[in-house]
Structures are given as structure tokens and as C-alpha cells.
């Protein structure tokens, strides 16, 4: 059974950071691509950033230069470092394993003064 766990979230000021983690777990981990995806409130999903098995990421255009993916297979897990935030960042952050589309349960990010 497939299961992703998200942690990290938070209330952070603007400018500040937060790193997301994401475990996975009934899953071999480290052959599937990853990804983040986060959701405003009113607003569709939207894609946040992907990582390849090969370790090839792909970033929305809002977050190129401030965010960054990583995965550590040998711990089944997956992460993404939130530097310079802003108020419209904020959103609840889902980690998706995009190859099986199986999602987390969401962890809430608010960055506000």
C-alpha cells in the first residue's frame, strides 16, 4: 500500500523559508518520478516542481529561484526548500508520486506578517 506523509509546513513571514518533507513508503522509491503540487484556496491544483528518478527537476515559473526539489532514496523521501516566500505562495503543499498519481494529504503553508 502506497502511502505519502507530508511535514514541514507552517506559518512563515514574508521573505522567510520552510522545508517541506515527504515520506513515502510501499513503494520501490527510487525508480518513480516525484513531485510537488500545492493548492490555494478557490484555485486548481497547480504544479510546484518535479524530480525524475535521474534526478532531472522541473519548476513552475513562479518559484524558479526560490524553491528547490530534492530526494533521498536511500530514506525514501523527497523535499522541497522554500527560500524568499511570499504571501502567494501560500497554499496547502501535496506530494505526488506522478508516476502512479498517488498524493499525500497536504500540508498547509501560510506566509503572512
Known amino acids: 500500500q502506497v502511502q505519502l506523509v507530508e511535514s514541514g509546513g507552517g506559518l512563515v513571514q514574508p521573505g522567510g523559508s520552510l522545508r517541506l518533507s515527504c515520506a513515502a513508503s510501499g513503494i520501490i522509491f527510487d525508480i518513480y518520478k516525484m513531485g510537488w503540487y500545492r493548492q490555494a484556496l478557490g484555485k486548481p491544483r497547480e504544479l510546484v516542481a518535479t524530480?525524475?528518478?535521474?534526478?532531472?527537476?522541473n519548476y513552475a515559473d513562479s518559484v524558479k529561484g526560490r524553491f528547490t526539489i530534492s530526494r533521498d532514496n536511500a530514506k525514501n523521501m523527497v523535499y522541497l526548500q522554500m527560500n524568499s516566500l511570499k504571501p502567494e505562495d501560500t497554499a496547502v503543499y501535496y506530494c505526488?508520486?506522478?508516476?502512479?498519481?498517488?498524493w499525500g494529504q497536504g500540508t498547509q503553508v501560510t506566509v503572512s506578517s
Open positions: 505526488r508520486l506522478v508516476t502512479l498519481n498517488y
Open positions: 524530480i525524475t528518478s535521474g534526478d532531472s527537476t
